[in-house]
C-alpha cells in the first residue's frame, strides 16, 4: 500500500504531537520553516525527505509506492544526490527511484558474478 504526500504530512504532525515545530524539526535535522512546509503537504526534497523519514522510523519506499516486502541488502547501496527542484511531480519521484534501485541491483548482480 503507498502513502501520499499528505499521508506523510499526518504522520509528521501525529510524531510531533503537542511539541513545537522547533522542536520537532531540531530532532528530525531540518528547519522549522522546511518541517512545517512538509507537515502542511509540501513536497521536500530527497534529503529533507529522507530525514523525515528516518524520524519517522518509515521505510521511504512507502512513499513512493514500491515494495517494502524485500530485505535490505547488507552490502554498500548506492549513494545519489540530485539538485533540489521545488516542481517534481509524485510520478517523477517514483520514477527516479525506481531507476536508483534498478541500477544498485545491477551493481550487486554483476558484484556476484565476479565473485565479491
Same mark, same amino acid.
Given at each position: 500500500?503507498?502513502? %501520499?504526500i499528505g499521508?506523510?504530512?499526518r504522520?509528521?504532525a501525529a510524531?510531533?504531537?503537542?511539541?513545537g515545530i522547533?522542536?520537532?524539526a531540531?530532532d528530525a =535535522?531540518?528547519?522549522?520553516?522546511?518541517?512545517? !512546509?512538509? $507537515?502542511?503537504?509540501?513536497?521536500?526534497?530527497l @534529503?529533507?525527505?529522507?530525514?523525515?523519514?528516518k524520524w519517522?522510523s &518509515?521505510?521511504p !519506499?512507502?512513499f513512493?509506492g514500491m515494495? %517494502?516486502? $524485500?530485505?535490505?541488502?547488507?552490502?554498500? &547501496?548506492a549513494v545519489?544526490?540530485?539538485?533540489?527542484k521545488? %516542481?517534481? @511531480?509524485?510520478? %517523477?519521484?517514483?520514477a527516479?527511484? $525506481?531507476l536508483?534501485?534498478?541500477? @544498485?541491483r545491477?551493481?550487486l548482480?554483476?558484484?556476484?558474478?565476479? =565473485? &565479491?
Amino acid at each position: 500500500m503507498s502513502l %501520499t504526500i499528505g499521508d506523510f504530512g499526518r504522520l509528521l504532525a501525529a510524531k510531533r504531537g503537542s511539541r513545537g515545530i522547533r522542536a520537532a524539526a531540531l530532532d528530525a =535535522g531540518v528547519s522549522p520553516a522546511t518541517f512545517s !512546509r512538509v $507537515e502542511n503537504g509540501h513536497m521536500p526534497d530527497l @534529503q529533507t525527505f529522507a530525514r523525515l523519514c528516518k524520524w519517522l522510523s &518509515r521505510d521511504p !519506499r512507502e512513499f513512493l509506492g514500491m515494495e %517494502t516486502t $524485500e530485505a535490505a541488502p547488507r552490502r554498500p &547501496r548506492a549513494v545519489v544526490h540530485f539538485k533540489k527542484k521545488k %516542481t517534481v @511531480q509524485m510520478g %517523477t519521484a517514483k520514477a527516479l527511484g $525506481e531507476l536508483i534501485l534498478a541500477a @544498485q541491483r545491477a551493481v550487486l548482480a554483476a558484484e556476484d558474478q565476479a =565473485g &565479491r
